[in-house]
């Protein structure tokens, strides 16, 4: 319905947006915020964007709730194999070298939607690192109902398709017509909402995972995305982000590194500060 958000309606809404999040609504995409839009304002019972927009800025709970309506947050466990054979025989070995003193990993799945690759990264440091490894990883999200199924760690049998069958007899319980992810593999990873907008609070991280999170920016919230990871992260340490991403033209400091499997990027100078 054309008049349901006339241009002008568009272009606040898709600046709150991108001012909040980094989210970039473009015009192919205007269709998308009509949809949710709509839901919104019936939910809300409001009758008019305008009505809508003036609660959004008075009222950080709806905005909130509107930003986790217009992200996408489609995932699985064990996405893209390239990466995960790249973390497995790349990064694991190298971290066992170069963390052997600390004998602790700091990972962060940043944009880990509901849980399945904060998980998998939980599964592979549990089943590869020595057993007297410390392993922290924090999954994150603006998307308060992706995060709250992750917490869970329960999962349809239709989502668990990707998961090898040894992990998935090891580290799931099948319950109630789905599948749990047992204590063990839970209890390393912590939920947290935040904003890629905002700084994390983490530090000394030697493993970042963002993928198929910064598709949706626009180069500079992408850039200053980036670069509060590199803050983040220890020397020697890895990040991933989506095979159709790259840091490309974006002038940071972080190096190309081409595996046999895959391509990631890595921080390798010394920063300065003393590790832990
Ligand atoms: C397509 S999912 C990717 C999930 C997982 N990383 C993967 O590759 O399978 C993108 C996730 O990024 C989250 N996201 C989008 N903008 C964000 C922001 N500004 N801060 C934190 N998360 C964000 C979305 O809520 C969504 O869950």
């Not at 992200?71 to 052997?100: C, D, G």
């Not at 440091?125 to 922290?136: A, M």
Request: proline share 3%.
């Amino acid at each position: 319905m054309p008049d349901f958000l006339l241009d002008e309606d568009f272009e606040k809404f898709r600046k709150i947006i991108y001012d909040e999040s980094g989210i970039h609504f473009s015009s192919s995409n205007r269709s998308i915020l009509e949809s949710r839009l709509r839901e919104r304002l019936k939910i809300a019972r409001l009758d008019t964007v305008d009505s809508y927009y003036q609660l959004i800025r008075s009222n950080s709970d709806e905005l909130k709730t509107l930003l986790d309506s217009v992200t996408t947050n489609l995932t699985r466990f064990f996405r893209n194999a390239a990466h995960m054979q790249t973390f497995e025989y790349f990064v694991i070995p190298e971290l066992i070298k170069a963390r052997s003193r600390e004998r602790r990993v700091k990972i962060w799945s940043a944009g880990c939607s509901t849980g399945e690759e904060p998980y998998t990264i939980a599964m592979l440091c549990k089943e590869l690192l020595p057993p007297d490894f410390t392993i922290e990883i924090t999954g994150s999200d603006i998307s308060l109902k992706s995060l709250l199924i992750g917490q869970e760690g329960f999962y349809a049998e239709s989502r668990v398709s990707g998961i090898p069958e040894s992990y998935l007899s090891k580290y799931f319980e099948k319950k109630d017509g789905g599948y749990r992810i047992v204590d063990s593999i839970k209890s390393l990873v912590r939920f947290d909402y935040h904003n890629l907008k905002n700084d994390s609070g983490l530090s000394n991280l030697d493993v970042v995972f963002c993928r198929n999170v910064l598709i949706y920016f626009d180069e500079a919230a992408q850039k200053a995305s980036v670069n509060r990871f590199w803050s983040a992260m220890a020397p020697r340490s890895y990040l991933f982000i989506g095979h159709s991403e790259s840091l490309f033209g974006m002038k940071t400091q972080f190096e190309f590194i081409k595996t046999e499997w895959a391509c990631i990027y890595g921080k390798s100078v010394e920063n300065g500060t003393t590790r832990r």
